[in-house]
């Protein structure tokens, strides 16, 4: 087929199972982060708001991470060094109780980063999209990270390094509260519950 000859639009829908066991041990100690040194695609070569399959930067993201600490989720950074978002989430950090998130200039503009905005209009918590570096999460008062499933997730260590004291932060945990409830569900009791099914299905497909 031709470049020109692209046809109809084609829809495809792909549904599978929550995978609780990835993130149901994190909730209560924090997850961990690694920053990856493959880079997030530029905005001036693929537009970050379309949610496309073209993602091998993720899944080297993935190996890279798992090199630094074998419990991380990867931390991708633009080609000018700042902070952007993981491979399957948003990234946030606190910093004297105002949330702090990468502009949406090179990260997908998720359905989970605009609950995370929602519910600090509701609880009363400012929040600033912004250029940070990896050094504003270092020092941060916590971190974590959204996306679907767990809504958000605590992250207590980045590149094996705590974060503040090493524990879930306030505003992490009021967040994935206040989640709860907009959804009529225990979340973490949820994650909990169906980890080791979860668990078990994935192996069976491997």
Do not use: C
């Not at 020109?4 to 997850?31: C, K, L, M």
């Not at 948003?90 to 090179?106: A, C, K, M, W, Y």
């Not at 998720?110 to 570096?133: C, D, H, M, T």
């Not at 090493?166 to 009791?189: F, N, R």
């Amino acid at each position: 087929m031709w470049a020109n000859d692209t046809g109809p639009a084609t829809v495809g829908v792909e549904a599978y199972q929550i995978p609780f066991h990835r993130y149901a041990p994190y909730i209560d100690n924090g997850s961990h982060g690694a920053i990856a040194k493959t880079r997030s695609y530029s905005h001036q070569s693929v537009d970050p708001k379309i949610k496309h399959q073209a993602r091998m930067n993720f899944n080297l993201a993935e190996l890279e991470a798992k090199d630094i600490d074998p419990e991380s989720f990867p931390i991708l950074l633009d080609v000018d060094g700042n902070l952007t978002e993981g491979t399957i989430n948003s990234v946030f950090l606190v910093t004297n109780g105002v949330i702090r998130t990468p502009t949406d200039e090179t990260v997908l503009q998720s359905v989970s980063r605009s609950v995370v905005f929602e519910l600090a209009n509701q609880l009363g918590i400012p929040y600033s999209e912004e250029k940070l570096q990896p050094y504003d999460l270092y020092t941060a008062d916590e971190a974590f990270l959204s996306f679907t499933g767990p809504g958000v997730l605590p992250m207590t260590i980045v590149d094996k390094q705590k974060i503040s004291d090493g524990e879930p932060g306030p505003i992490s945990k009021q967040l994935l509260a206040a989640w709860g409830e907009m959804v009529g569900i225990d979340i973490a009791d949820q994650a909990k519950k169906f980890a080791r099914h979860t668990d078990e299905r994935y192996q069976t497909k491997i």
